[in-house]
Structure formats: C-alpha cells, structure tokens
C-alpha cells in the first residue's frame, strides 16, 4: 500500500491564481481530512469527510473548497490564493470516522503565495 | 469545545537522558488523546494514544504517557533520550463522542544533543 499520497509536493503560486492539491488513499478508509500546518500555530483543520458525498468544514475553512466523488480521493481547491495561505497542508485518514481512530498523515505539500 | 496546551515550544536533553513533554487537555466531554511525531520534511506519525483502556500507555521506540485525569495531563516520556528523537512532537484530543476531528497542540520540538 502507498498510503496516503499527496501532489504536488511543492507549488509556488501568484495572489488570486487557483489550484487543486491532490489527495488519494488507498486503504479504503472511510474518514479524510485536511490540515494545514504554520509555524508555532500546530496543525488546523480545514475541511474533512466522513464518506463519498459527504463533508464539512473544520476550524479553518474560508478560502478553501473540497469535494469527495470517491472513497480514495479527497482534493483540495484554493479558489483565490492569498499570502495568508502560505502553509504546508496535510491530508489525512483514518478507517472510519470514530474519535479513537488513528489518523494516517500525507507526507504533506508546501503552498507558497506570493 | 477542546484544546491542548504543550508546554515548552522547544525542550533540549543530552542523550541518554530523560524525555519529559507535557501535554495538557480541556475538554467538556471524555477525551481521546494521541501523540504524534513529525521528522524533519515529513507527514505525521503516531506515537501513542489513549483510548480510555489503560491509563498508561506505550508507543513505539520506548515512548509512553500516562493519563491524568485529576491534572487533564497526558505528558509523554522515555527514559533515555536517542539523538534519533530528535523531531517536533504533537499532543492532540477528539472527542469521544464526536468525529476522528483532532484538535493539536502547538507543538514541541525536541533537540537531543551528544
């Protein structure tokens, strides 16, 4: 199994361009999740998801958009990059959606707005 | 609501001595409670987690926390420091009751010098 895989590893992007990041499990979890990671803040949840069709929004989620047409893939849309979402994202699983779940962490992408 | 406070952004030991991280919680309803390890350029690894099983816990590499509900604690230990811990260190809660959402700390990093 890969695991959690994320794409691309490293995006450099100019204020109000959009991209996509690329999520994708392939353990069958049920439960994903988006976090994005600043320096002396920990980790924040943006959006997740506890199945195909089905999301919602966590602490942090102005800015951003998700969708979940598959069980494997979870994207993650930046509608109009700012500087203030310069941060490493991490997209994560679990097999399902229960509190006492481990999470499985994406080896992460580094968003550079300028 | 839920949050963890992580005592120390930064803790340096010698190798070979003790690792003490302190991890301490609030939260209305029962928690679970995890740690997790991030090395340099990488996603997150869990370490350890409370479930409400037993109230000491142990992970992998020698690590372990102990449960305290009396002191919302759940400080992470090992006795002997490794220069390969060095890395920075998550506390994180979910709710027992609610989704695998985590809410994390802000994050210690550990420094292991010779």
């Known amino acids: 199994n890969a695991g959690v895989t994320q794409t691309p590893k490293f995006q450099v992007l100019k204020t109000g361009q959009s991209m996509t990041l690329q999520c994708a499990q392939d353990m069958n979890h049920e439960y994903m999740s988006w976090y994005r990671q600043d320096p002396g803040m920990g980790l924040r949840l943006i959006h997740y998801?506890?199945?195909?069709?089905?999301?919602d929004q966590g602490e942090v989620p102005n800015g951003y958009n998700v969708s979940r047409s598959t069980t494997e893939d979870f994207p993650l849309r930046l509608l109009s990059a700012a500087p203030s979402q310069t941060s490493v994202y991490f997209c994560?699983?679990?097999?399902?959606?229960?509190?006492?779940?481990?999470?499985?962490f994406g080896p992460g992408t580094r968003l550079l707005v300028l | 609501a839920q949050s963890v406070t992580q005592l120390g952004s930064h803790v340096s030991v010698s190798e070979g001595a003790l690792v003490l991280l302190r991890c301490n919680y609030s939260?209305?309803?029962?928690?679970?409670l995890f740690w997790y390890v991030q090395y340099p350029n990488q996603g997150l690894q869990l370490l350890l987690k409370y479930t409400s099983a037993a109230t000491l816990v142990k992970g992998i590499n020698g690590f372990e926390a102990e449960f305290k509900k009396s002191e919302t604690s759940f400080h992470l230990t090992k006795p002997s420091a490794h220069m390969s811990d060095a890395a920075e260190y998550f506390c994180a809660v979910s709710d027992m009751w609610g989704y695998s959402t985590l809410t994390f700390g802000k994050g210690t990093m550990l420094l292991v010098s010779p």
């Open positions: 994560a699983s679990s097999y399902s959606q229960s509190s006492w779940e481990t999470q499985y």
């Open positions: 998801s506890v199945g195909a069709g089905i999301t």
């Open positions: 939260s209305s309803v029962p928690p679970y």
